[in-house]
């Protein structure tokens, strides 16, 4: 069973532009994590967020945690080709802590 | 820097075969896991450990197992490769099993079973 449903699943945007990834749940979570993943690499953890309403930012990277923990989007300004990759939101139900569960994923490709 | 190594990037085999694909951690982590990435459908967990010689199921381990002698090595083993069993398989390692702590992963072994 997915539990954490990304959209769009794919993002093709010019330098410059603004954009957002939605990673929505039925489930409540103790913590949600966005990752990042370059061609021919693995996830590189990006933010972990664990209080409701909760946002942090990553220089050009804005990450918020809903308030029902049930959902979480990030927000990226002015994309650069960078950016590019694919976008994974993962986390840790509140029924089951010892398991990881990921999004679908969101990839992204900006271009010059 | 952690690092996490994962013995193959590309790996060919036949359906029948078995297959071993390994994983070390440089990071004395206690917990290590494996995941097969398919598009659209994410990361899903196959199998992890918490501690050397324990293992416990994920979420898909049927037609795999796993082996953990050592704390910094965690092999995954298609005992008869399919060719549903083309896929990336990334390795991550966790320094603790409490939630929100960061899992590292590997660059990936991408499996085709011809």
């Known amino acids: 069973t997915q539990l954490l449903e990304q959209s769009p699943q794919f993002l093709s945007i010019q330098e410059g532009e603004n954009l957002t990834v939605y990673c929505n749940s039925s489930s409540v979570f103790s913590s949600l994590q966005w990752y990042r993943q370059e061609p021919g690499e693995g996830p590189v953890l990006l933010v972990t967020?664990?209080?409701?309403?909760e946002v942090k930012k990553l220089k050009r990277l804005t990450f918020q945690f809903g308030d029902a923990r049930k959902d979480s989007s990030l927000h990226i300004t002015a994309a650069q080709p960078g950016d590019t990759g694919l976008y994974l939101c993962a986390g840790f139900s509140v029924y089951n802590t010892d398991k990881l569960i990921f999004g679908t994923g969101t990839r992204l490709q900006v271009f010059p | 820097d952690v690092k996490v190594t994962q013995s193959s990037r590309y790996l060919v085999k036949r359906t029948g075969e078995k297959v071993f694909l390994e994983c070390v951690q440089d990071m004395d982590h206690e917990n290590m896991f494996w995941y097969r990435q398919d598009p659209g459908l994410g990361l899903r967990l196959i199998y992890f450990?918490?501690?050397?010689?324990?293992?416990e199921k994920g979420d898909i381990p049927e037609g795999y197992s796993v082996s953990r002698e050592k704390k910094e090595r965690f092999s995954l083993i298609l005992e008869s490769a399919s060719t549903n069993q083309t896929s990336m398989y990334l390795c991550?390692?966790?320094?603790?099993?409490?939630?929100?702590?960061?899992?590292?992963f590997g660059p990936g072994t991408r499996l085709t079973v011809l």
């Open positions: 450990s918490y501690d050397v010689k324990m293992k």
């Open positions: 967020v664990v209080t409701g309403g």
């Open positions: 991550a390692s966790s320094l603790s099993d409490r939630a929100g702590d960061t899992q590292y």
